[in-house]
C-alpha cells in the first residue's frame, strides 16, 4: 500500500513565524502536491512537483514555497505565517501506474 | 475559469435507501472524473474514475455516470449503510495525464439508522 506521511497532525504557529510542512511518500512517486482545504472551498492546490528540485506554481501559491530535494519528499514552507493561512494542508503523490492521488492524513494549522 | 459544484453541502438519508450525489461543471469536459471520499480529520481516498468516453462506472455499490452533454456526474451509493457517512468529493482533471485535479467543494452524507 502507499504511504503518505506528514509531519504533523496538528500545529499551533504565532504569526510571522516561519513554518515547514513535510510530507513523506513510500511508493516512489514522481509527483507530489500541496493542498489547502477550507470549509466552502474544497482543496486547492498551492505548488506540485513532478521531479526533485522542480515545481510548479497551482492556484494559490501566494505567501508558500516548496522544496523537493529527495524524491520522497516534498516540504511546503510559509515564510511569515499569517493568520489567512490557518488551515488544513493536504499532501498527496501520484504516478502514471495509477488512476488516483494518494493523500496523507493532512496537518491541521492555526496560526495565532 | 473552470467551476465544478457540489449541489448539496449536506444529504440526509435513511439506510438502506440509495444516495444520489452530483458534481457540475462549466466549460469543456474534462478528460476523466474521479470521486474521493473523506472522513473528518482525515485525506481524501479514491472511489471511483471514469472517462470522458465512459458512461457509466461501477465498484460492488457504487455507481459513477458522467454525462458530457449535461456536463454532469452522478455518485450513487446503493443500500446506504451509516459507515457511508462521510464527505464526498468530486474531482476533475482537464490535462490528461498531467494529473492536476481540481476539487469540488464536497457533500457531506449522513446515512440515518
Known amino acids: 500500500d502507499v504511504k503518505v506521511t506528514q509531519s504533523s497532525r496538528y500545529l499551533v504557529k504565532r504569526t510571522g513565524e516561519k513554518v515547514f510542512l513535510e510530507c513523506v511518500q513510500d511508493m516512489d512517486h514522481e509527483n507530489m502536491f500541496w493542498y489547502r482545504q477550507d470549509p466552502g472551498l474544497g482543496l486547492r492546490l498551492i505548488y506540485f512537483?513532478?521531479?526533485?528540485?522542480?515545481?510548479e506554481k497551482g492556484d494559490i501559491p501566494e505567501g508558500y514555497s516548496v522544496s523537493r530535494e529527495k524524491k520522497e519528499r516534498f516540504s511546503l514552507i510559509l515564510e511569515s505565517a499569517s493568520t489567512n493561512q490557518t488551515s488544513m494542508y493536504l499532501c498527496?503523490?501520484?504516478?502514471?501506474?495509477?488512476?488516483?492521488?494518494?493523500f496523507g492524513p493532512g496537518t491541521r494549522l492555526t496560526v495565532l | 475559469s473552470q467551476k465544478i459544484e457540489q449541489n448539496s453541502e449536506a444529504l440526509n438519508i435513511q439506510e438502506g435507501k440509495t444516495a444520489t450525489l452530483t458534481c457540475n461543471y462549466t466549460n469543456y469536459s474534462p478528460a476523466y472524473l474521479q470521486w474521493y471520499r473523506q472522513d473528518p480529520g482525515r485525506g481524501p481516498v479514491f472511489l471511483l474514475l471514469i472517462r470522458e468516453n465512459e458512461k457509466e462506472k461501477r465498484k460492488e455499490r457504487l455507481k459513477v455516470t458522467f454525462d458530457t452533454t449535461l456536463k454532469q456526474s452522478l455518485f450513487h451509493i446503493t443500500a446506504s449503510q451509516p459507515a457511508d457517512s462521510a464527505t464526498y468529493l468530486c474531482?476533475?482533471?482537464?490535462?490528461?495525464?498531467?494529473?492536476?485535479?481540481?476539487f469540488g467543494t464536497g457533500t457531506r452524507l449522513t446515512v440515518i439508522p
Open positions: 512537483s513532478y521531479d526533485v528540485k522542480m515545481k
Open positions: 498527496a503523490s501520484w504516478t502514471s501506474g495509477y488512476n488516483e492521488q494518494f
Open positions: 474531482a476533475l482533471d482537464w490535462e490528461t495525464g498531467a494529473n492536476n485535479l481540481f
